[in-house]
């Protein structure tokens, strides 16, 4: 029996290890193409010539169609009851409220973070934001350390000094080059500097307070997403309200929209639930080379379809990012764990603590919800 039992146990083992290694793969393709696409579509409708679309427009449908999608995920779990469902959301959002407006703050700092977005890919190359927005990495990690007394390893450290300077280097190439803008479209390439950099600070914040309030939390993804949702669409509303409400009034909500813009927003969307479902079997080593390689497809994607002119210094300056991104992924060794100079046993141990809850941060990804956990 043992006998007979080993080979088709180790059978078994073999086709589950090649099932998982086949979802890694298929994961790391979701990642990729996501996270490119999105970048390189929001480029590609904000640069064509003719009537542009509202993009406070663009940021209330994609929070109205996830909050949507999340409701109807909520109704399925709860297999189809309406009364279950509705009492189910009636605790979770009216009875226990201050859960609920717990979730304000970072909803706030996410819609201005997705309108930022817009700002930053209408005035710049979709491979220099691409690269840029890679700084979201270091705040993230300078607030977690700051925060939630996070302490990282030396091969952390190093990555957000390389992660650091392949920007500056970036940064360089793209004010002596000088920024082309597309056909028909006015650009500022300041403007553009300065929406992503506020957006990778919001992002960074965002993502590690969220994590701060929500430990220990037993609300499903879902259901915070709703909560989100509520927030973001009436915040959204209010800033389409305040910088565009005149125009909106005259011209309609959906002025200038296009299949192409409906594919953007789908993709913002759903891009992050779909997200969701593939990243349970991707680590962080995956997540990691997926964001790197965006980058490549961001860049290569951008000299055929933008015109991108790449040269010596913006190739160094988005290797030295590519390869920031994926150390930084790489678990702890025997040097990345060896403890910094000057922390505290105490610090240590909260650390130790702190691996084993969930973090909500993106790790680069563009996608700024919980669902990425």
């Given at each position: 029996?043992?006998?007979?039992?080993?080979?088709?146990?180790?059978?078994?083992?073999?086709?589950?290890?090649?099932?998982?290694?086949?979802?890694?793969?298929?994961?790391?393709?979701?990642?990729?193409?996501?996270?490119?696409?999105?970048i390189?579509?929001?480029?590609?409708?904000?640069?064509?010539?003719?009537?542009?679309?509202?993009?406070?427009?663009?940021?209330?449908?994609?929070?109205?169609?996830?909050?949507?999608?999340?409701?109807?995920?909520?109704f399925?779990?709860?297999?189809?009851?309406l009364k279950?469902?509705?009492a189910?959301?009636?605790?979770?959002?009216?009875?226990?409220?201050?859960?609920?407006?717990?979730?304000?703050?970072?909803?706030?700092?996410?819609?201005?973070?997705?309108?930022?977005?817009?700002?930053?890919i209408?005035?710049l190359?979709?491979?220099?934001?691409?690269?840029?927005?890679?700084?979201?990495?270091?705040?993230?990690a300078?607030?977690?350390?700051?925060?939630?007394?996070?302490?990282?390893?030396?091969?952390?450290?190093?990555?957000l000094?390389?992660?650091f300077?392949?920007?500056?280097?970036?940064?360089?190439?793209?004010?002596?080059?000088?920024?082309?803008?597309?056909a028909g479209?006015?650009?500022?390439?300041?403007?553009?500097?300065?929406?992503?950099?506020?957006s990778?600070l919001?992002?960074g914040?965002?993502?590690?307070?969220?994590?701060?309030?929500?430990?220990?939390?037993?609300a499903?993804?879902?259901?915070?997403?709703v909560?989100?949702?509520i927030?973001?669409?009436?915040?959204?509303?209010?800033?389409?309200?305040?910088?565009?409400g005149?125009a909106?009034?005259?011209?309609?909500?959906?002025?200038?929209?296009?299949?192409?813009?409906?594919?953007?927003?789908l993709?913002q969307a759903?891009?992050?639930?779909?997200?969701?479902?593939?990243?349970?079997?991707?680590?962080?080593?995956?997540?990691?080379?997926?964001?790197?390689?965006?980058?490549?497809?961001?860049?290569?994607?951008?000299?055929?379809?933008?015109?991108?002119?790449l040269?010596?210094?913006?190739?160094?300056?988005?290797?030295?990012?590519?390869?920031?991104?994926?150390?930084y992924?790489?678990?702890?060794g025997?040097?990345?764990?060896?403890?910094?100079?000057?922390?505290?046993?105490?610090?240590?141990?909260?650390?130790?603590?702190?691996?084993?809850?969930?973090s909500?941060?993106?790790?680069?990804?563009?996608s700024?919800?919980?669902?990425?956990?």
């Amino acid at each position: 029996m043992a006998a007979s039992g080993g080979p088709g146990g180790n059978a078994g083992s073999m086709v589950a290890g090649g099932g998982n290694r086949q979802l890694k793969y298929i994961s790391l393709a979701v990642l990729v193409v996501q996270n490119a696409s999105l970048i390189l579509s929001i480029r590609y409708v904000r640069t064509l010539p003719g009537d542009r679309f509202f993009a406070t427009s663009a940021v209330v449908m994609a929070e109205i169609l996830k909050g949507v999608t999340c409701l109807l995920l909520i109704f399925i779990q709860k297999k189809g009851n309406l009364k279950q469902f509705s009492a189910s959301l009636y605790d979770s959002i009216i009875v226990q409220y201050m859960d609920t407006l717990k979730l304000a703050v970072p909803s706030l700092i996410y819609t201005l973070q997705n309108n930022l977005q817009y700002v930053a890919i209408s005035n710049l190359p979709a491979a220099t934001f691409q690269v840029t927005y890679q700084l979201k990495i270091l705040t993230t990690a300078v607030f977690s350390v700051l925060m939630l007394r996070k302490s990282l390893s030396r091969l952390q450290w190093m990555s957000l000094v390389l992660l650091f300077a392949g920007v500056a280097i970036v940064q360089v190439e793209q004010q002596q080059a000088g920024s082309k803008p597309a056909a028909g479209a006015q650009q500022s390439y300041i403007v553009g500097l300065v929406a992503v950099v506020v957006s990778c600070l919001s992002s960074g914040f965002a993502g590690v307070y969220f994590e701060k309030i929500l430990k220990g939390s037993a609300a499903s993804v879902w259901l915070r997403n709703v909560q989100l949702g509520i927030f973001g669409t009436l915040l959204g509303l209010l800033g389409l309200w305040s910088t565009e409400g005149a125009a909106v009034a005259q011209h309609g909500f959906f002025f200038g929209y296009t299949p192409l813009v409906w594919g953007v927003i789908l993709n913002q969307a759903f891009g992050g639930l779909l997200v969701a479902v593939v990243v349970k079997y991707a680590d962080n080593i995956l997540k990691g080379f997926a964001t790197s390689f965006s980058i490549v497809v961001s860049t290569v994607a951008s000299i055929y379809l933008f015109d991108f002119r790449l040269n010596l210094l913006f190739a160094l300056g988005a290797g030295l990012v590519i390869g920031a991104v994926y150390l930084y992924s790489l678990p702890k060794g025997p040097l990345a764990s060896r403890p910094l100079a000057g922390t505290t046993i105490q610090q240590q141990a909260h650390a130790a603590q702190s691996k084993e809850l969930p973090s909500v941060t993106t790790d680069g990804f563009l996608s700024k919800s919980v669902l990425v956990n």
